[in-house]
């Protein structure tokens, strides 16, 4: 690993206390980035600063937000420009899932999921550009504006429709965003993970259980590993991070409006 690789990188990641977004953070700044880490449990993201400034390469900030107040998008981009002097890349990684049936699925479900993972991610992208917009080109490297989808951006499971609906409005943002953006030299692009063993999938084994879709907890990743990804294995963090990272780096710069799949080849196109 190269130390320096993201050096100069000033990198605020959205859902940072745990998972794949705390992972990203401390992988981030082993290469030389500042992050400025937000979260909904600032208790985690403290943890994840703390370990990061200890490990003492890059630097890290921990602050509390809600990803879907336009407020809390606004502060924690203030927050990083405070600590760090400016913001180059914004990682919009926060998002949730509760799965329902499709005739069970209630308007509180819908909104839960639409306004974190859709709404959210609309928010951090207009609050991180602002602040890119207003710094003006820095220096060759564009600005990195990297949304997370999913493979349900790309298709849908009967069982978590309002999610695939907001990774789908992932993409769309990806794509539009990445048009909308490039005239102030702003790139956006996203990767989307497959089926990655985080709390998230530990909670939603739960919920797919209660819901009917598998008899017992533990079966629903082993299912998917059999039948639906080519490597035959599930995800965790560490295999996500090296994606994430190119897409923070310069060797990502001539990229825009693009998804890439991390999923063990469960979606193919
Ligand atoms: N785990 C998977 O299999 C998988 C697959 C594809 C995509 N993803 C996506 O990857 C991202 C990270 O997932 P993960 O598995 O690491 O999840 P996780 O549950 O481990 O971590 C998500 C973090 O987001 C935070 N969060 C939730 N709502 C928030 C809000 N309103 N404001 C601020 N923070 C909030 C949580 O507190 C948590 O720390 C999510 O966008 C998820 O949809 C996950």
């Known amino acids: 690993m190269d130390a320096h690789r993201l050096a100069g990188k ?7 206390a745990q998972g794949m977004g705390a992972a ?14 937000g979260d909904l449990n600032l208790e985690g993201v403290q943890s994840v600063a703390d370990r990061i400034n200890a490990a003492g390469n890059g630097k890290a900030v921990a602050i509390q937000m809600d990803v ?28 949730v899932n509760k799965p329902r049936m499709f005739m069970d699925i209630d308007e509180d479900n819908w909104d839960m999921i639409m ?17 890119m917009i207003a710094q003006g080109p820095m220096d060759d490297n564009p600005y990195k504006i990297i949304p997370v989808g999913s493979i349900v951006s790309r298709t849908a499971f009967l ?14 943002m990806i794509i539009g965003c ?8 702003i790139t956006v692009n996203g990767y989307a993970p497959g089926v990655v063993r985080t709390e998230l999938w530990e909670q939603l084994d739960k919920d797919l259980v209660e ?5 017992k ?46 999923d063990g080849g469960m979606i193919m196109q």
């Open 10 to 16: 000033n990198i605020m990641i959205t859902g940072a």
């Open 178 to 185: 990445a048009k909308a953006l490039w005239e102030h030299k």
């Open 211 to 215: 819901i009917g879709m598998f008899d």
């Open 68 to 95: 879907t107040k336009r407020s809390d998008n606004a502060d924690a981009v203030a927050q990083t420009v405070e600590a760090f002097g400016s913001i180059n890349i914004a990682l919009l990684n926060a998002g």
């Open 24 to 37: 990203n953070a401390e992988y981030f700044a082993a290469q030389g980035a500042n992050v400025c880490i």
């Open 115 to 131: 306004n974190i993972n859709a709404k959210g991610v609309l928010l951090g992208i207009q609050e991180s550009a602002r602040q």
């Open 159 to 172: 069982d978590v429709i309002p999610y695939c609906c907001s990774k789908y409005a992932v993409l769309a």
């Open 217 to 262: 907890e533990g079966e629903s990743m082993d299912h998917l590993a059999a039948n639906m990804i080519t490597m035959k294995r599930y995800s965790y963090p560490d295999d996500v991070k090296g994606t994430a990272a190119f897409l923070c780096s310069s060797e990502s710069d001539y990229m825009t409006g693009q998804l890439i799949m991390i």
